[in-house]
Antibody, heavy 122, light 107 residues
């Protein structure tokens, strides 16, 4: 059974940094592209970033480009999101998601974690 | 970025009703579109990918159609567990973008 467990969320001041982690199990992690998707309180879904199975391809949403960095450690079956220069509008539940098909980025989110809440406030 | 719109933004329906939700892209996206269902406090669930492919384990009352700019999610006979919010997502080009959602409520 695929399991994705996010951690690292919390309260941070504007301008601060936070690193989210997503521990994966139940599948061969390196064989699948992964993404981060967020949802502000009471709002819709926003795709944040994705990473191919090898880590070579990493597109970003315009709203986070230059501030957030996605990465993965295939030896630890873990996905990361380094978030710098955080703003109030980054407040959201952050989900990690596994692609349906495989190594290449496809944007078909087959499995999701339970989410971790990031609150940016002074 | 490709903009996705959905209509209606919300609807009220009864158990057994046929429900249709529309998603429109600001430019052609071939069939690179998925549909997701989300219930309050839960992560989204993939229903349909590549516009019309039913994800394994999803009931056959759900179906998707369309290509280019106009897409449809149909629930042939609404069940109590289908009351939720539905989102479309284009993965044709970066940044991937979601529609704003359609909330399906009990009439």
């Amino acid at each position: 059974e695929v399991q994705l467990l996010e951690s690292g969320g919390g309260l941070v001041q504007p301008g601060g940094s936070l690193r989210l982690s997503c521990a994966a199990s139940g599948f061969t992690f390196s064989n699948y592209a992964m993404s981060w998707v967020r949802q502000a309180p009471g709002k819709g879904l926003e795709w944040v970033s994705a990473i191919s199975g090898s880590g070579a391809t990493t597109p970003y949403a315009d709203s986070v480009k230059g501030r957030f960095t996605i990465s993965r450690d295939n030896s630890k079956n873990t996905l990361y999101l380094q978030m710098n220069s955080l703003r109030a509008e980054d407040t959201a539940v952050y989900y990690c998601a596994k692609d349906l098909q495989g190594i290449a980025l496809a944007g078909e989110f087959h499995s999701w974690g339970q989410g971790t809440l990031v609150t940016v406030s002074s | 970025a490709i903009q996705m719109t959905q209509s209606p933004s919300s609807l009220s329906a009864s158990v057994g009703d046929r429900v249709t939700i529309t998603c429109r892209a600001s430019q052609g996206i071939r069939n690179d579109l998925g549909w997701y269902q989300q219930k309050p406090g839960k992560a989204p669930k993939l229903l349909i990918y590549a516009a019309s492919s039913l994800q394994s384990g999803v009931p056959s009352r759900f179906s998707g159609s369309g290509s280019g700019t106009d897409f449809t999610l149909t629930i042939s006979s609404l069940q109590p567990e289908d009351f939720a919010t539905y989102f479309c997502l284009q993965d044709y080009s970066y940044p991937w973008t979601f529609g704003p959602g359609t909330k399906v409520e009990i009439k």
